[in-house]
């Protein structure tokens, strides 16, 4: 039997470079040996969102067009949406009934979240409990692989540990470690060399328009101290530079050079990345165009992905109803 990938993403808004080379690039290299599952994490956007709802299941269909225009395979892989599998929330409900409060309070992700966010409506008992949810989400598949980025860290321990705890109140029902699998790509640079990320506004979209990119890549930072063509450049204070590394490996050494010595300014590299970066994005801009036009193929593959994951979650949850004695 194949072992079971599992992950998802919130359908908070849509997705960016650092989505792709962060995170979906290894989805889409789990789908040739194992068996894959990815979600629209719609209930965990709610734990942020829950004010204003009414854009989640836009963003979903809209996210599962970018998935399938990067090359996630629907026919190989089941996507699906959280909140139609109710057994995720079942999960969830008995899983807190276990979950030590401060198990949550000490979630890394929890604290950090809470100190920097000045949005009040993260003081709920849903955010809390955000780990908990996810931990459902993972140990209803009994998956062995959970493709994520180093900030979900702390929700994988959180699954395990809460695995164990289950298993010695109720019988060992979860034999599957959830283990993490990193990208290569440890983090993807955003305008202004923040990590890429929707709430620094400093990101760069999938299917972003050919104008706006170019836009986009002059307002890169670039090494402060190179202020002519000629004057040498230090590549790795550059951000134009971290997405020559990241797209075009082995011109990056070259560039890399060019730059130390004083061969290129930052105007000419600067258009160099605007064609590479339109080359990379052009088929996925088509794709996802055609995709997103076609409402009734996307609900189709929902529709089916959901089926599929209700099997297999109304399996576990028939043993955990048995393990509890109900
Ligand atoms: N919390 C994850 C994120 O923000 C999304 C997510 C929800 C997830 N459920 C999951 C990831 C289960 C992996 C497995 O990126
Ligand atoms: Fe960055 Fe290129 Fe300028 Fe060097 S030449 S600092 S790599 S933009």
Redesign the pocket.
């Known amino acids: 039997m194949r072992k079971r990938v599992?992950?998802?993403?919130?359908p908070t808004g849509r997705l960016h470079l650092g989505h792709y080379f962060g995170?979906l690039h290894n989805w889409i290299n789990f789908q040739h040996d194992y068996e894959c599952y990815y979600?629209s994490?719609d209930w965990?956007a709610l734990t942020t969102n829950y004010v204003n709802t009414s854009e989640i299941d836009k963003n979903t269909l809209e996210m599962i067009a970018d998935w399938i225009a990067v090359g996630i395979d629907p026919q190989k892989s089941t996507l699906f949406k959280?909140s139609k599998i109710l057994q995720h929330s079942e999960l969830f409900l008995i899983l807190s009934m276990i979950t030590p409060l401060r198990w949550l309070q000490r979630c890394s992700?929890y604290k950090k979240q809470i100190n920097e966010d000045r949005n009040e409506n993260l003081n709920g008992y849903g955010f809390l409990g955000?780990?908990v949810?996810?931990a459902a989400?993972?140990l209803l598949y009994k998956?062995h692989i959970?493709?994520?980025?180093k900030?979900?860290l702390s929700?994988?321990e959180f699954?395990r540990e809460i695995m164990r705890r289950f298993n010695n109140f109720y019988g060992k029902i979860f034999v599957i470690e959830?283990k993490e699998a990193l990208t290569k790509i440890a983090r993807v640079p955003g305008l202004d060399g923040r990590k890429m990320s929707k709430s620094y506004n400093n990101s760069i979209l999938l299917g972003e328009n050919n104008d706006i990119l170019k836009n986009k890549v002059k307002s890169m930072f670039t090494d402060p101290l190179k202020i002519r063509k000629n004057t040498p450049g230090h590549p790795e204070n550059c951000v134009v530079f971290g997405f020559y590394k990241i797209l075009d490996f082995k011109c990056s050494k070259k560039r890399s050079e060019e730059c130390k010595i004083g061969m290129i300014g930052c105007v000419v590299c600067k258009s160099e990345l605007v064609e590479i970066l339109t080359e990379f994005m052009a088929p996925l801009t088509n794709e996802r165009k055609k995709l997103i036009s076609d409402k009734a193929y996307l609900d189709e593959i929902l529709k089916k992905g959901c089926q599929k994951a209700t099997e297999i979650a109304s399996e576990t949850m028939k043993e955990i109803h048995e393990a509890l004695k109900f």
């Open positions: 599992l992950s998802g993403m919130r995170a979600m994490a965990h959280q992700t955000y780990p949810l996810q989400d993972i998956a959970i493709p994520v980025g900030d979900q929700h994988l699954t959830p």
